[in-house]
């Protein structure tokens, strides 16, 4: 099974195009190795949560994307709002991503912590926040990557059962 992909950038130099943004490129090149996923759209926004939350939401409930990928706006900074925007629109939190991102970015330096990235479900869709670094998205997506292709096939409604 294919799953449908979209990938939202949050950067406000990066909107403005006063900066070339790698983290998005970075989440895209390792997703298209998996052979599962096809990114079907990318886009790149200010840190204003409206903006933010007309992105995501305008994905999700087309019902033709079933995983979007945010990179940006998940740490302390004043601006970075995409944790509160994603929590704003969600119907229910998928909360062990951003757990397992933490806890395996810690092994790789302290600033992991720093991480306030959340995860949860609209509709059909599974929206997870990632860290605006390049390095960093594409080190997180690694820690991820095992489980997502079995829960968006879950979350898709597929029936059998999950231990077999």
């Known amino acids: 099974m294919r799953h449908q992909t979209a990938i939202l950038t949050i950067s406000d130099r990066g909107s403005r195009g006063e900066r070339q943004d ?3 490129p970075a989440l895209r090149e390792r997703l298209e190795l998996e052979n599962v ?21 305008k994905w999700c409930d087309s019902g033709e994307i079933s995983l979007i990928l945010t990179t940006g706006g998940t740490g302390f900074s004043p601006r970075d709002l995409a944790p509160e925007a994603t929590m704003a629109i969600i119907e229910r939190p998928a909360p062990g991503f951003a757990e397992v991102m933490r806890f395996e970015s810690l092994k790789i330096t302290p600033h992991a912590m720093i991480s306030r990235a959340v995860a ?11 860290p605006g670094s390049p390095k960093a ?15 968006l ?10 231990g077999s």
Do not use: Q, Y
Not at 120 to 130: A, D, K, P
Not at 138 to 148: S, V
């Open 22 to 24: 790698l983290s998005g």
């Open 37 to 57: 996923f096809d990114v079907v759209a990318e886009k790149i926004v200010s840190d204003e949560p409206d903006e933010i939350k007309v992105a995501l939401t």
């Open 120 to 130: 949860g479900i609209r509709g059909t869709t599974l929206i997870v926040n990632f």
């Open 137 to 151: 998205a594409r080190e997180c997506l690694g820690f991820i990557l095992p489980a997502l292709p079995h829960a």
């Open 153 to 162: 096939e879950k979350l898709a409604g597929d029936p059998s059962d999950c």
